[in-house]
C-alpha cells in the first residue's frame, strides 16, 4: 500500500500517509530501532546559544528527578491554576493539596508557562472575542503576581531554544509573534495562514524547526526557526472508527463510526531520541505519531475520548495521555475523561485510568521527582493529582474552568514554554 500525499495550497512539503490499524482503521507505527553503539556518542549539532544535548538518546535526561535547576532553590512547591471564565490564579500547596491563594489576573488566562530562564511564570490571558489580550508575571520566589504586559492574543507561550525569544502563539490571527523574552517587546511575527486555532507545539531536538498544532484544521504547521519560514502543512489522517462519548464512567470501551472528516489536533510533545512527533487529537480519540524530518505520519496510537495533554515521565520512557472525555469544546460535567499510559519504546499504551465518577483531565504536568500527574479537570472545575504509579486520584475545588496549570519547581535547564516543556 503507497502512502498518500496531499499537498496544501501553495505549500511543497505536505504528505499524509493513510495506513492500516486493524481496529481504529491506522496502523501502528513501528518502533524507532534504538542506536548502534558506534554512533551512541555523536553530539546533537543544535542552533547557536541554545544549551548542548546531553543525552541524544534521551533529550528529557536533564528534567530527571534530582535534577531541578539551583537557581530555583527557594521557590515555594505549587501548582498554579488558570481559571479561564472566572478570571483568577488558584494556587495549591501539594503537600497540603489546598488552595492557599487565589488572585485576579487578566481576561481568558489559558496556560501558565515559566520563562526560559526559569526566572518568571507568565500567565497567557488571551481575552477571548476582545483586544485585551496580557501576560501576567508571576514571581515565583514568592508566588505574587507583577504588572501584566499587553500583548496580542496570546493563546499560549513557548521560547525558542536559544532563548532570544518568546513565541506569542496570537491563535486568532493565524500568527506567531516573537517578542523579547524579558520585555515582551515585539521582534517579529510568522504568519501562518493555513493554521487555523494555532495552539501547541513542540521543537526539533536541534533546535531548528519547530511543529505546531493547528486545532481547526485538523493539520500540523512546520516551522522553519532559523530562516523564519513556514516549512509546510501536513493534514493528519483520521481513523475508521473511535471511542463513543457516552456517560458510561468505567465501564467498556465502546466504539462507533468515526464521521468527522477533520481531526482537532491538540498538544504535542517529541520522542526521547527527537525522531517522533506525538500529537494528542480530541476529535481521534488517540495519538498521532509523526516522523519530524520527513513530516509525514507513520502511526496512530488509540488511547480514549478526546486526547488531549501529553507529558513524558521523568525518566523518559513513558508518555502519559490526557483524555478530556468528550469530544465537545465546551463539555460536559463528569465525562468520560481517562488517563493513558503509553510506552515510548513500543508506542503502546501500558496502563489505562479514567477518572473515579468521570471527569475532564486538560493541561498540567509531572512533579519534579515523578510521583504525581497534576492535571486541570476543565469542566468540572477540580485539579486532579494523579499518583503515576497506580493511576490513585484525588481531587481539588479550584476556580471556574481551570485550564493549562503549572507544576513549580521543576527539573530542567531551561524551558520551552507551555506548562513546563523543560529540559
Known sequence: MKPTVRLLSGVAVAAVVALAWPRLGLRAAA??????SASA????????????VLDPHNLYSETAPGKVSP????????IYV???RSDDVSVIDPETLKVVDRFKVGDSPQHIVPAWDLRTLWVANNAERKKTGSLTPIDPRTGKPGRAVDVDDPYNLYFTPDGKSAIVVAEARHRLDF????????QYSIEVPQCGGINHADFSIDGRY????????????????????VLGYLVLQMPKTRFKDVPVIGGPDVSEICTSRKGMPQDIRISPNGKRFFVADMEADGVHVVDGETFQEVGFIPTGVAAHGLYPSRDGKSL??????SHKIHGPKRGKGSVSVIDFATEKVVSQWPVP??????????SADGRWLWLAGRFDDVVYRIDTTNGDMRKIKVGMEPHGLVVWPLPGRYSLGHTGNLR
Open 357 to 366: 465518577g468521570g471527569g475532564s483531565p486538560d493541561m498540567g504536568n509531572i
Open 179 to 186: 517578542r523579547d523574552p524579558k520585555t515582551m517587546a515585539m
Open 82 to 84: 488558570p481559571n479561564l
Open 31 to 36: 518502533p524507532v530501532a534504538p542506536a548502534s
Open 210 to 229: 519547530a511543529i505546531f498544532t493547528c486545532e481547526f484544521q485538523g493539520s500540523l504547521a512546520k516551522i522553519d526557526l532559523v530562516n523564519r519560514s
Open 41 to 52: 556518542n555523536v553530539a546533537v549539532a543544535t542552533v547557536p546559544g541554545m544549551p548542548p
Open 320 to 325: 502519559y495521555v490526557a483524555n478530556r472525555g
Open 71 to 78: 537557581a530555583l532553590k527557594g521557590d515555594p512547591a505549587r
